[in-house]
């Protein structure tokens, strides 16, 4: 069994703040750090770190060659990237508050130069049972998620960021949901569904894809899978917070890669869980990420 992530990669200009940018205000920024991101690649990192051999497809421009080297150094392939002339890496531009908390403005660059070809070489080297992962950050990913479902890929989606374009997807075809309440609510267009309703979202998002698997994200609320019969409830693991950016992707790679080696879903969701916490209390994106040792071996207050 096999895992594809087709999805983006960034460089991500991250400013230190006092407090977020206001219309027509003019701050100065503490510091700016440049780091290796987007969803895709923070996710890949996250599965490479967490032991699981995988695959990353897709694109940047002549300067995103720190990018792939990260990706390699991760243990992810790399072969199916493409290089492409006269194109921007995808970047974005991250406001981080004294809080940790963080805003983000995204230009997809050559995340958006995703062609035919490109897919249907990449798909041609995975089979039935294999794995795809997921995000909203590349384009063609309705073509994508089809010729996937044609060859018998199971699909993981992270509809992250959330637009209209989701909305447009295959969802159907999905055999993995993880998603945050937000993201949730506004695939069932219920945008005023509180925070403690946790449990009625997965249900009423599992009557509408019978054939996927549950798992929301809560915040401090830890998180909730659902597949129809299970249910389970995972706690957050608290530490400092630095910088929240890839938390949510580092939980997403650490629990498909229990999935991917046999783990039960509880355990998945627990080191998934320690690994989002051990990310928050350090700075940037995918240099955030821990390896599977760490998290084995951290110590949470």
Do not use: W
């Amino acid at each position: 069994m096999k895992v594809l992530n087709f999805g983006s990669l960034n460089i991500d200009y991250v400013y230190s703040l006092d407090h977020f940018v206001q219309k027509g205000e003019t701050i100065s920024s503490e510091a700016l750090h440049i780091f290796p991101g987007g969803k895709g690649l923070n996710q890949s990192v996250a599965l490479g770190r967490a032991g699981v051999s995988v695959s990353h497809a897709g694109a940047v421009g002549k300067d995103g060659d720190f990018l792939l080297e990260l990706l390699k150094e991760s243990c992810v392939d790399t072969k199916y990237i493409q290089v492409l002339e006269g194109v921007q890496t995808g970047t974005a531009i991250i406001q981080n508050d004294k809080s940790g908390d963080n805003c983000i403005i995204l230009y997809s660059g050559a995340n958006h130069q995703i062609t035919k070809e490109q897919i249907e070489n990449t798909l041609s080297d995975f089979t039935e049972g294999d794995f795809l992962l997921l995000q909203n950050e590349i384009n063609a990913t309705d073509s994508i998620m089809q010729a996937a479902h044609e060859r018998g890929l199971k699909i993981v989606l992270n509809p992250s960021p959330m637009n209209e374009k989701i909305l447009a997807l295959p969802l159907q075809y999905v055999d993995y949901f993880i998603l945050n309440e937000v993201e949730a609510s506004q695939i069932l267009g219920m945008e005023s569904i509180s925070l403690k309703d946790g449990e009625e979202i997965v249900r009423e998002l599992y009557k509408i894809y019978p054939r996927a698997k549950i798992v929301l994200t809560l915040g401090a609320d830890g998180s909730i899978y659902y597949d129809g019969e299970s249910l389970y409830r995972q706690r957050v693991y608290k530490t400092e917070v630095v910088d929240t950016t890839a938390a949510g992707d580092t939980y997403s790679g650490f629990f498909i890669a229990g999935i991917l080696v046999g783990e039960a879903v509880e355990k998945a969701m627990d080191m998934a869980a320690r690994a989002a916490g051990i990310a928050i209390s350090r700075p940037g994106a995918a240099p955030s990420i821990p390896n599977i040792e760490e998290v084995l071996e951290f110590s949470f207050k």
